[in-house]
């Protein structure tokens, strides 16, 4: 079931882009990064229940890194997914730029 990046939630969208922008990280470093950069404590039954319906929408692929880590990589939906969601942004933003710039 592939779904829309706009069906999605905040959180889960923060997820897709900290994926995109490593390689094949670890749960761990997902969580890492989203700490570093929201200052805020993610906690384990906040990130894996997300990062396992993105999986199920298709959005990202979850592969075994070793016997007790897992990596995550965006597939080709849920690169195409930010792709347009960037595009969207980029359009909002444009508009607000020419009316209220």
């Not at 990062?51 to 592969?63: F, I, P, T």
Request: hydrophobic share 35%.
């Amino acid at each position: 079931m592939v779904v829309s990046v706009h069906e999605l939630t905040g959180f889960q969208r923060d997820l897709l882009y900290v994926i995109a922008g490593s390689d094949h990280p670890t749960g761990q470093i997902v969580r890492e990064e989203l700490e570093r950069s929201t200052g805020r404590e993610i906690t384990h039954g906040r990130l894996y229940p997300n990062l396992d319906a993105l999986v199920e929408a298709g959005l990202v692929e979850k592969g075994a890194r070793n016997r007790r880590s897992n990596f995550y990589e965006l597939t080709d939906d849920g690169k195409e997914a930010l792709q347009l969601r960037r595009r969207w942004e980029n359009e909002l933003y444009g508009k607000l730029m020419t009316t209220h710039g």
